[in-house]
């Protein structure tokens, strides 16, 4: 059974700290996303990378930073969390020429 | 304006009803139309997946992709109550990698037994 995990299904951190949300993935997938979803506003994407060490910036990634040290694995980096920064972010991989994309459960962060 | 535009609901129906879901959209260049189906506390899943206009259909669900209106639609036909859940239409152009997929705010669903 293909799987994405996310490391961690609900987060509390404090305002200015750093956080750390973990996305590993089982496929072999060159491509993977961060997104974020909120009420009204659908998905957004924040990053996106498409091989090792690669990345793009998605429609919203102001606040925010992304790893690729691994094939498998997609880090999202919020370098000083903001209460505007509480949201659920999801994570995404997809095999390059298909449209499918798997996600994970998604981790439900507060900022407080 | 957004790019995909998806009425957020929620919609509420009886067991048996068919359900009709939509969304529009603006950008021209949109080719590839998906709808994701997200229960309450897990990541979205695929649904179903249409390229350029028409319909297609598995099992209870059809997707429709009418082009020249910007105008996309999932039928459910015999609802059940499984099927309560947000349903997400996505969209994407040509790029291979899917960077350029665009979603809707997606639509609520409750189907009462």
């Known amino acids: 059974d293909v799987k994405v995990t996310q490391s961690s299904r609900y987060l509390v951190k404090r305002t200015g700290e750093k956080v750390f949300l973990e996305c590993v993935q089982d496929?072999?997938?060159?491509?993977m996303f961060w997104y974020r979803q909120d009420p009204g506003l659908g998905l957004r994407l924040i990053y996106f990378s498409y091989d090792v060490k690669m990345k793009e910036k998605g429609d919203i990634p102001e606040g925010y930073s992304v790893s690729r040290e691994k094939k498998e694995r997609f880090s999202l980096i919020l370098e000083s969390a903001s209460t505007n920064q509480t949201s659920m972010y999801l994570c995404?991989?997809?095999?390059?020429?298909?449209?499918?994309?798997?996600f994970g459960q998604g981790t439900r962060l507060t900022v407080v | 304006q957004k790019e995909v535009e998806q009425d957020p609901g929620p919609l509420s129906v009886p067991e048996g009803a068919i359900v009709s879901l939509n969304c529009t959209y603006s950008n021209s260049a949109f080719q590839y139309f998906m709808w994701y189906r997200q229960y309450s506390r897990k990541g979205p899943e695929l649904l179903m997946y249409?390229?350029?206009?028409g319909n297609k259909e598995d099992g209870r669900f059809t997707a429709q992709v009418d082009k020249s209106s910007k105008y996309i639609s999932l039928f459910i036909r015999d609802s059940q109550p499984s099927d309560s859940a947000t349903y997400l239409c996505a969209m994407s152009a040509t790029r291979s990698n899917n960077n350029d997929m665009r979603f809707g705010a997606g639509t609520r669903l409750t189907v009462k037994p």
């Open positions: 496929m072999d997938h060159e491509n």
């Open positions: 249409t390229y350029s206009s």
């Open positions: 995404a991989s997809s095999l390059t020429g298909a449209r499918k994309a798997f």
